[in-house]
């Protein structure tokens, strides 16, 4: 995957569950107006390599976890972090508002 | 250990005697449920609550009846006098079981004046987020009354489209409660589909009683919520799943996402287990002991 598709995969990506399909995870950007939810993961994908993934905590609040990210020349994104297994999801689509991974 | 479990032991290791109660929590709970019958719940335990209203519009002041209503509809699904439970799947009816819990807005004051059991405290904060700070005057809320005497909710408006947050027990007594959404409290007003049955509040003072997640808070299915009569589920459910959903090799049923410790919308919530009352109750006999008043009523 070229570098300018990992550039526009930098950024901090909300979970918009609610345009998600049964083989599709939906992402947009964490300015994106939200409906209310009783709570969204997100993560941040950082141009270092860096990630901090904001999982849905015990108490319903967001809880940052620092790891790493990779995009494969394939197009699968993989992401790690402390104390979670390994995650790889094919990019289906990515642009300024939206990120489109397969579940 | 998943990251968010983590997560919450590192505030765990932040606060030691929250480590040390949350323990000793689990330990009563497993007593609990090596008795006789750990499923029933002896009386019906009532519970005082005073809710902090932080506006700043209009709007997000919203009137003693509708604080009223969500009183209602915690009593309601702590009852399990909800009508709509007749909507769970027929494998997991026979688990919908009564938490035998009631709330009241609280009668008297810390200082025992007649209260009405309601703040009302005017902000210049347009919105709240997730750091406690509703929960300060200094910070532009309000100051909780002493939550060990009183279930502490807030209502105000919430950044980032949350819902509401919660605190488990035997964390830091001055942030000790719940938040909530103003348009998502209640079921009169502000309530607004499809968070407007007050099952938000239901679902936060779940955790205020020690319950977690169905999920188990990982991604990974290697989670647990501690309670043995809900399936293990992979992630959270949201909007209004259809019948079943599976994951975690948990078929043919799939995930339990009537309870109300899923994330669902609030008409398709509509359970606690037999399994997660005995925990909620073993909070209420441990941590929570000093919240229960009145003489308790023996059950039919």
Not at chain 1, 83 to 92: D, L, N, T, Y
Request: proline share 7%; with cysteine.
């Amino acid at each position: 995957m070229s570098d300018s598709i990992k550039a526009s995969l930098e950024g901090h990506w909300v979970h918009a569950h609610e345009e998600d399909t049964p083989t599709q995870q939906v992402f947009r950007p964490a300015t994106h107006p939200f409906p209310p939810s009783r709570g969204r993961r997100s993560f941040e994908l950082r141009a270092d390599g860096m990630m901090v993934d904001h999982r849905i905590g015990p108490d319903d609040r967001r809880q940052p976890a620092v790891g790493s990210w990779n995009v494969t020349p394939e197009g699968v994104l993989e992401l790690r972090s402390a104390g979670a297994a390994p995650s790889s999801m094919r990019v289906e689509q990515v642009g300024p508002d939206k990120l489109v991974l397969s579940k | 250990m998943c990251g968010a479990m983590q997560a919450h032991n590192r505030l765990l290791e932040r606060y030691p005697d929250f480590r040390r109660v949350l323990g000793d929590l689990e330990h009563g709970t497993l007593e609990r449920l090596a008795q006789p019958s750990p499923f029933r719940a002896a009386a019906i335990v009532r519970i005082p609550v005073v809710v902090h209203v932080v506006w700043r519009t209009a709007a997000e002041r919203i009137s003693q009846a509708q604080v009223e209503s969500q009183i209602a509809a915690l009593n309601r699904d702590y009852s399990a006098a909800n009508t709509d439970k007749a909507n769970t799947p027929e494998c997991w009816a026979g688990l919908v079981t009564d938490v035998s819990i009631q709330f009241f807005l609280a009668t008297q004051d810390p200082s025992g004046n007649p209260a009405i059991g309601i703040t009302y405290t005017q902000t210049s904060t347009p919105s709240f987020g997730t750091d406690d700070t509703v929960k300060s005057q200094a910070t532009g809320g309000a100051d909780p009354w002493p939550t060990d005497r009183y279930l502490n909710l807030w209502v105000c408006t919430l950044g980032g489209g949350l819902l509401g947050y919660a605190q488990f027990p035997g964390g830091p007594a001055e942030t000790d409660g719940v938040v909530i959404l103003s348009s998502a409290f209640c079921t009169t007003g502000t309530a607004t589909a499809p968070f407007n049955l007050g099952r938000t509040a239901v679902h936060e003072v779940g955790h205020w009683l020690n319950l977690h997640h169905i999920w188990g808070d990982t991604a990974d299915c290697s989670g647990s919520d501690f309670v043995e009569d809900t399936p293990n589920a992979r992630h959270p459910n949201f909007g209004t799943p259809t019948f079943p959903h599976v994951s975690c090799s948990n078929g043919p049923n799939g995930d339990m996402f009537t309870n109300y410790m899923d994330y669902v919308d609030d008409a398709a919530t509509v359970m606690f287990t037999a399994g997660q009352v005995v925990r909620m109750h073993a909070a209420l006999a441990g941590p929570r002991a000093s919240l229960v008043t009145a003489q308790p009523v023996v059950t039919a």
